[in-house]
């Protein structure tokens, strides 16, 4: 009987989770935990959380105590009930985002620091270590979301919220960050620097958000056919966003959207298997990696044979001459090393966008409304790209130690920066030429207002400069090229928060705005060209200002701090 | 050529150069030594025109580095510690690049890159992706660079640091054909032995303060170090200590591997009055192999006591 006890300790000792996982979750909830940036985000999340839940309830409960008793407690229970959805949609719309951050340098700063060869020497397993990367930093994300689960428990008495709400919340969170989390994971392995990997999977996860916005709009206005509408349903079930709008809708004064509560546990068990398989997707092709960085393999030949690999496309590409300024010629090759590239990205949009738009019925493309969402999708990404490459123009250099040796050059502050701004606008302009063709082909055709092209081209430039300028300050203040996009997309989403009415008149939301203007109405409505003229004030003017600013301070600093040390050093202005 | 009058850094309290006079002449090889830390890096990152000193000057061919930057980065060629690469470039692109960035025409572009590439044997490599090369080559293409605009000065922070052994050599080739050239060159190394071979000059920097600053002779001499010569005679060498400890120029004589191991003091022509004493007294001289000062000794001499 001991034996078999004796048996049966060892045995669940074995295929002991914490144990399966092995030192690396140790590792990560000592190591990584305690870094300066997890404390940040983790400060910023409390803090955005408390804003809200404090404009959530004094919106609904307010700070007069004046009203009768019965009044006072309709209010009370009101902003219980909307202060649980708000917890929970904040939860549900920021965690995975952060999942998405926390693991997006998982894996790359080992292969980074070469200790991912040093692990390959020792007993873990590539298992282990996705397993103990995934859990030891999901587990920061478990923290934040139990730090909700007091106050949940208390305001679900005063609105009345049932259980099934709050659970449904929180297991959909956990899940949908646990997919975010293992995908970050998985582009973390081939990706070698984090912001990328974190971009991609964003763009994966909004994606999704869309979908789920898509489908909901086509059932509610259209409606497929009956066999369209049967698959709709099945994508709803495997969108998380459309599980969280279906069983937060039942809540929401109304009580509109489709009721299903009882899919939720039904889909948070499928996105478990799903970043399961993930993270077994991972574990093998860590596993390669490890191979190659252990003992210098030999890449995928089929990579090769494409010359999808990096290193093998520029050896068996020929010698680029320079032509024109040196420094747009270098960032050129350093942003698009294949000059094919993005045309080919673009292209695939294009086909993608214009393919939906055929197929789906209605005539959808001679609405406004979805020349709007087009302007915005195309302005989103130009702006998403031109930050990243202005964040990462210098901050690469300075990480990759290139930016003494150009510093050492005759090349001045205004040349090094008029050359990376130069190679970032020759770099997105396909994208920005493909929307102001689309809006002129749309105009020429009567879809769209004249004023459309003109909104755009009083909308965009702003918001390009302004995305350059924080972009370049941001890349030579700070150290690594993660850290620079991250404050550069940062910065906006806080300055929208601090000055909501510079937010509302974003550049991506003028881009939309731009396709629905309609000249008559401008004229016959009462302050219409008023309307117009603060319209196009608003960013030309803050934007525009606030991206020269940040690009003069950026030049001001090309020579300070040169090696990261937090000095002062500055030779050359007078040079 | 190069000169400092009263250098000095400070990073908030830590002090990295503390008065610092330093003065290299024309055509010499100054061998720049210290430990981690002494100061080394900030001189030369200072003399590049990429740190501002706290207080002090400094000049290269005449000019204020701090109020002429352009002028002295025409002037100077410089190689940090640790370089990095574009690795989105190939060596050939990358060099040419450089070149540009010099401001060097387009036409003399490529004949320019090539000179380099032969200079420092690589031409082999000129298609090769940067990052794919070796330490070794990375460091020869960091010597390519510098020298693309063909500048007096060339600032090396440890050129030669992780290379294997045949890379050192060939480092130390280059920049012996490099002061043929005529060359200024300050070079930084802990492999000190490597720059007592081809060092005109060294200069001893520790805890930001020049400790010695001169020849090797001039080390000798003002240091007062001993010097040591090694014996070995055939038949009884007790005897031969003996007639070797009753001469009043020799301080110390002890046995080792075989030899006697003679310290006497530095001035001294001494190796003819061993042989000549060592004959008298009987004996048969093998060997008499004068040991010089090592640059390691004196780095060792120099700065003990003075590191905490």
């Known amino acids: ?575 | 050529m190069i000169e400092t009058q009263k250098l000095s850094k400070y990073y908030g309290n830590l002090a990295a150069l503390v008065d610092l006079d330093l003065k290299i002449e024309q055509g010499d090889i100054f061998g720049f030594i210290g430990p981690n830390g002494a100061g080394k890096t900030t001189t030369m990152r200072i003399l590049a025109t990429l740190l501002e000193p706290t207080r002090g000057r400094a000049f290269i061919d005449g000019l204020d580095v701090m109020r002429t930057g352009k002028e002295v980065r025409r002037r100077v060629g410089y190689m940090p510690d640790f370089m990095g690469v574009y690795d989105d470039l190939k060596v050939f692109e990358y060099l040419e690049f450089f070149a540009a960035a010099f401001n060097i025409e387009r036409k003399k572009r490529k004949a320019i890159v090539e000179g380099v590439l032969e200079l420092t044997d690589l031409q082999g490599k000129r298609t090769a992706a940067v990052d794919s090369l070796s330490r070794g080559m990375q460091q020869r293409l960091g010597l390519a660079r510098v020298l693309i605009h063909d500048p007096k000065v060339l600032i090396l922070d440890e050129p030669a640091s992780g290379l294997d052994p045949r890379a050192r050599i060939e480092i130390r080739e280059l920049l012996r054909e490099l002061k043929r050239m005529g060359k200024t060159i300050m070079i930084s190394s802990h492999i000190l032995s490597e720059l007592e071979e081809i060092c005109d000059h060294v200069g001893i920097i520790e805890h930001g303060k020049m400790v010695f600053s001169g020849t090797m002779d001039e080390i000798r001499r003002q240091m007062g170090i001993q010097s040591k010569m090694r014996v070995r005679v055939a038949g009884d060498r007790d005897r031969a200590f003996e007639v070797l400890s009753s001469l009043p120029q020799i301080k110390e004589v002890r046995p080792e591997d075989g030899y006697l191991a003679v310290t006497y003091a530095e001035g001294h022509e001494i190796d003819g009055t061993i042989a000549r004493t060592l004959v008298q007294a009987g004996l048969d001289v093998i060997a008499l192999e004068p040991e010089q000062l090592k640059l390691d000794n004196a780095f060792l001499q120099l700065t003990k006591g003075i590191v905490h």
Not at chain 1, 88 to 113: H, K, M
Not at chain 1, 235 to 249: M, T
Not at chain 1, 408 to 436: C, H, M, S, Y
Not at chain 1, 492 to 519: D, E, H, K, R, Y
């Open chain 1, 1 to 575: 009987m001991r034996q078999k006890a004796t048996q049966i300790l060892t045995w669940m000792n074995r295929y002991n989770p914490i144990d399966l996982a092995g030192p690396i979750v140790d590792k990560e909830l000592r190591v990584a935990a305690g870094r300066k940036r997890y404390y940040f985000l983790r400060t910023l999340y409390i803090a955005i959380l408390t804003l809200f839940l404090a404009s959530v309830w004094f919106s609904h409960v307010g700070v007069s105590p004046v009203r009768a008793g019965a009044l006072r407690a309709a209010d009370m229970s009101s902003a219980g009930r909307m202060t649980i959805i708000t917890i929970v949609s904040f939860q549900f719309i920021t965690l995975p985002i952060l999942a998405v951050v926390l693991l997006s340098n998982s894996v790359s700063d080992e292969i980074r620091q070469g200790t991912l060869a040093v692990l390959m020497t020792t007993p873990i397993n590539a298992l282990q270590i996705v397993v103990g990367k995934l859990f030891g930093r999901l587990l920061v994300l478990v923290l934040l979301l139990a730090i909700s689960f007091p106050l949940l428990s208390i305001v679900r008495v005063f609105g009345g919220v049932p259980w099934t709400f709050v659970l449904a919340g929180v297991f959909l969170t956990f899940t949908t960050s646990m997919l975010g989390g293992s995908l970050s994971l998985l582009a973390s392995i081939s990706i070698r620097q984090a912001y990328r990997s974190t971009i991609l999977v964003i763009l994966i996860l909004v994606f999704l958000f869309l979908a789920a916005i898509a489908i909901h709009t086509w059932n509610t206005v259209g409606g497929p056919p009956k066999w369209l509408k049967e698959m709709t349903g099945f994508l709803r079930f495997l969108n998380p966003y459309a599980i969280f709008y279906g069983v937060s809708s039942t809540l929401l004064p109304g009580g509109g959207g489709p009721q299903i509560m009882n899919g939720w546990f039904g889909h948070c068990l499928f996105m478990v298997f799903l970043s399961s398989g993930i993270a077994l997707l991972a574990t093998i092709r860590l596993r390669k990696v490890m191979l190659t960085e252990a003992f210098g393999g030999e890449k995928n030949s089929l990579r090769r044979w494409f010359r999808l690999d990096r290193k093998t496309f520029i050896e068996r590409r020929a010698i680029r001459p320079i032509r024109g300024e040196c420094v747009i010629w270098k960032e050129l090759q350093r942003i698009r090393p294949r000059t094919i590239q993005p045309f080919l990205f673009y292209g695939a949009m294009a086909l993608f966008i214009y393919t939906i738009t055929i197929l789906v019925p209605g005539r959808i493309v001679l609405s406004k409304t979805f020349h709007s969402w087009f302007a915005g999708i195309l302005v989103l990404t130009g702006l998403i790209r031109t930050a990243s490459l202005a964040a990462g123009s210098v901050a690469s250099e300075r990480e990759g130690r290139c930016w003494p040796l150009l510093l050492t050059t005759l090349l001045d502050e205004k040349q090094i920066i008029r050359g990376k701004v130069v190679a970032i606008l020759i770099d997105t302009a396909p994208l920005w030429i493909w929307l102001f063709l689309h809006t002129v082909l749309f105009t020429a055709i009567g879809v769209l207002d004249p004023l459309a092209p003109f909104g755009l081209l009083l909308t965009i430039p702003p918001g390009i400069l302004f995305f350059i300028g924080l972009g370049m300050y941001f890349g030579t203040r700070l150290k690594t090229v993660t850290g620079a996009v991250a404050v550069t997309f940062a910065a906006p989403i806080g300055m929208s928060f601090l000055f909501p009415l510079l937010g509302f008149a974003n550049p991506i939301f003028c881009a939309a705005w731009s396709m629905q203007l309609s000249t008559e109405d401008l004229l016959t409505e009462p302050f219409g060209l008023v309307f117009l003229g603060s319209f196009a004030a608003a960013p030309i003017i803050v934007y525009a200002t606030l991206g020269l600013v940040f690009l003069w301070q950026a030049r001001c600093r090309v020579r300070r701090d040169v090696f990261g040390l937090g000095q002062v050093d500055v030779i050359g202005p007078r040079g």
